[in-house]
């Protein structure tokens, strides 16, 4: 089976602007669930995802946002890009959410 | 709330020998899974163990094994045979169990391991 698969892998942006990363689970999983990660905060939890509807949310301003589709794809959203918004953004996938979950590599995103 | 301690920050083994890593959580949780996440210089977050709390029987994989002290709420991970490609920053994380829903998984702050030649 093709394991998580993330895009794109790499992004800059500027303060103020918006930007979607897309994360596809690995097949037949239905839970998606993205982390944060940082030197300074570690691996926080931001969202999860299961068919189509948000379960759980961890403690992040609304600029953060997600979505999932029918097919279990999953795209998370941050608006007005800050400069402590850069990190690497990891997306998780398992069969119902309550099982292991399985990393994608990840989007590093860079906010200038 | 569930919190998780990895007391080394950084450590370091000869190729061939045998390394433990240290974890510590705290729960008030009797139902919930731990891991050994393994970062390498990639950033792929790849799974190297997992333990349910319920199993007294620790977990092994391959040359990866756990230590896993309910009681004392401890979850440690030896290496043996190390090898340079177990070169990686190791997290420890823990996740309630639950029948229904979603629980995040809690991370520790890691572990640098570096095998040297």
């Known amino acids: 089976k093709a394991g998580v698969t993330q895009t794109p892998r790499y992004l800059i942006k500027t303060r103020g602007q918006q930007v979607t990363l897309s994360c596809s689970p690995i097949?037949?999983?239905?839970?998606v669930s993205w982390y944060q990660q940082t030197p300074g905060q570690g691996l926080q939890f931001l969202f999860e995802?299961?068919?189509?509807?948000?379960?759980n949310k961890g403690n992040f301003p609304g600029r953060f946002s997600g979505r999932q589709f029918s097919n279990s794809r999953s795209e998370m959203n941050v608006s007005t890009l800050e400069l402590g918004d850069s990190a690497l953004y990891l997306c998780a996938s398992s069969l119902r959410g309550v099982e292991t979950q399985y990393f994608g590599p990840g989007t590093r995103l860079l906010v200038l | 709330a569930q919190t998780v301690t990895q007391s080394q920050p950084e450590m370091s083994v000869q190729e061939a020998e045998t390394v433990t890593l240290s974890c510590t959580y705290d729960?008030?949780?009797?139902?919930?899974?731990l891991f050994w996440y393994k970062q390498p210089p990639s950033r792929q977050m790849i799974l190297v163990i997992r333990q349910e709390a319920y199993k007294q029987q620790n977990a092994t994989e391959n040359r990866f094994s756990v230590n896993f002290q309910k009681a004392a709420k401890s979850f440690s991970l030896k290496i043996s045979d190390s090898q340079l490609g177990d070169t990686a920053m190791y997290f420890c994380?823990?996740?309630?169990?639950?029948?229904?829903?979603?629980?995040?998984?809690?991370f520790g702050k890691g572990t640098r391991l570096s095998v040297i030649a």
């Open positions: 729960t008030s949780e009797n139902n919930y899974y």
């Open positions: 994380a823990f996740m309630k169990g639950t029948n229904s829903g979603n629980t995040p998984l809690v």
């Open positions: 995802y299961f068919s189509e509807t948000q379960r």
């Open positions: 097949s037949g999983h239905r839970s």
